[in-house]
């Protein structure tokens, strides 16, 4: 929220314990979460990234790249010698994997899509490596630099093409019983764009499932610790605005348009007095401009001046517009003179076309010839009174 002052002159606690029973005829589900959240304009990734990052390239590798564990293991019996390609560690996963996402708050709806690039798993071996060095399949199956060896298991990183990929083993006279565990993946995200989700924590879900012609595919498998992943999304949306304005936080007089010197030599009364203020205004999404005041006549402000003798005081409103052209628009029109109400639920939302940077704008401050007339049977008079302008971009 954005606050702008002008000086307009005349527990609760609770604990869930749940218990799940799983048969062996039950489907069993596992879950991955991939989060991220909108800093200037743009998704930043807070997924915790993937266990094979810090394996290869030093960790480097998910840099640049989302990355999210897959949280399932499987057993595999390899005969060492086998030409069927589904008996060897086999990959087949989706090309695209599109959801839903929904406002928790204002249950819009929105799409996201996620498309895998890259695929990790952990094989363990007993005596013999299951995986060569290479990589066969269709449709472009490479290995992203030399599987990573270690005593008891080898870590592969491989692309993700349309169809599966598979590492013939080591071609000895032997059986290995795999535990394939620490499952992940790369992938590329497409989010909805910044400026037409409303502020919020979006989330959606899509179910993938794991088995022989499914989503997930790793061949022939035994003792799979889920059925389906469930890969959820989850979008923190929190927009930014800047407004700078040279006179925020300062006295600001309102005046005739020619000044005072029709009234002080013709008694000509003023037709209104005012005051234009420039600003400028950077903003990726829709955001609500209202006003508070210091002497609220809802919806409008007012500025007051002490007169003296029964009376007391006397107060007169200020008209208060603003003017933002370009990509600028209210309730789809220009932002021209957009008259502004104090409290926010009287506040006006305006909306960017795409991402607007530095942008002219104008607040306009006015008062009307018929309160200009009641102001001078009080010459000497000081009106008063604080007006702050609130731009917020999460309305």
Known sequence: MRRLILFANPVL?????????????????????ITAELRNGVFINTTPRAHFCS????????????????????????????????????????????????????HETAQATLRPQYISQRA???????????????????????????SDHTRHLWTIPAGACYSPPTAVAAVEQSY?????????PEFPKPETLSPGLWEGV????????????????????????????????KHDIRVDMPAAGTEVALVPPRGWYDYNNHK????????????RVWA??????????QYPNTPRCRIIAPVGGAVGSHAVEVDVTLSLPGPFTSSGQPVDHLVLQSRVANAKLITPSGTAA??????????????????????????????????????
């Open 13 to 33: 606690a609770a604990l869930c314990l749940a218990v799940l029973f799983l048969a062996s005829n039950v489907a069993r589900g596992s879950e991955a979460v």
């Open 55 to 106: 394996v290869f390239a030093s960790g480097s590798f998910c840099w640049n790249t989302w990355s999210v564990n897959l949280p399932l293991s499987y057993y595999k019996s390899i005969n060492l010698e086998t030409t069927n390609e589904r008996e060897m560690i086999y990959v087949r996963a989706p090309r695209v994997m599109t959801l839903q996402l929904t406002n928790q708050a204002t």
């Open 124 to 150: 363990s071996h007993a005596t013999h490596r299951v995986m060569s060095y290479a990589v066969a399949g269709v449709n472009g199956c490479q290995s992203l630099g030399a599987h990573y060896n270690g």
């Open 180 to 188: 394939v565990r620490e499952l992940g993946m790369t992938f590329f």
């Open 206 to 237: 899509v179910t993938q499932r794991v088995g022989p012609g499914a989503e997930f595919d790793f061949g022939e498998t035994y003792g799979n610790s889920a059925d389906s992943i469930a890969v959820r999304v989850q979008l923190t949306v």
């Open 268 to 279: 000509v009364v003023p037709e209104r007095l005012f005051k234009d203020l420039p600003l």
């Open 284 to 293: 990726g999404s829709t955001f609500s401009v209202y006003l508070e005041c």
């Open 358 to 395: 530095n942008q002219p704008g104008t607040l306009h401050l006015n008062i009307g010839k018929a309160a200009v007339s009641r102001m001078l049977y009080y010459p000497g008079a000081q009106y008063r009174g604080n007006i702050t302008v609130v731009f917020d971009a999460n309305p």
